[in-house]
């Protein structure tokens, strides 16, 4: 069985920084995609960053050039450094990881595993 577990998260002010990582385990096959997401409440999970097998990573537009998503060479290990946070990053962040071939990288749908969350707070 899947597992993501999530760590890192936490409270800052306006202008800090966090560290997000997620570790992978049970897998029959290397994940095609892995993927942050975040929710707040009453609004809809958005994709944050995306790191695809081949390579191919992509940011949503309002985290671009602050956020950065890694990966290890086993593919089990996800990271996210997020710099100059905003209290509209303020959400639960959610690791997730999918089994199939992903085009939308940042479509929650389209991921099959994820983990339980982990909070982050911004204040100003």
């Known amino acids: 069985q899947v597992e993501l577990v999530e760590s890192g998260g936490g409270s800052v002010q306006a202008g800090g920084s966090l560290r997000l990582s997620c570790v992978a385990s049970?897998?029959?096959?290397?994940?095609?995609?892995m993927a942050w997401f975040r929710q707040v409440p009453g609004k809809e999970r958005e994709g944050v960053a995306a790191?695809?097998?081949?390579?191919?990573?992509m940011y949503a537009d309002s985290v671009k050039g602050r956020f950065a998503a890694s990966q290890d060479y086993t593919g089990n290990h996800l990271t996210m450094q997020m710099d100059s946070l905003q209290p509209e990053d303020t959400a639960t962040y959610y690791c997730?990881?999918?089994?199939?071939?992903?085009?939308?990288?940042?479509?929650?749908?389209?991921?099959?595993?994820w983990g339980q969350g982990t909070r982050v707070t911004v204040s100003s």
């Open positions: 790191i695809r097998q081949d390579g191919l990573i």
């Open positions: 049970g897998y029959d096959e290397p994940s095609s995609c």
């Open positions: 997730a990881a999918a089994r199939r071939w992903v085009n939308r990288l940042l479509v929650s749908s389209d991921y099959d595993y």
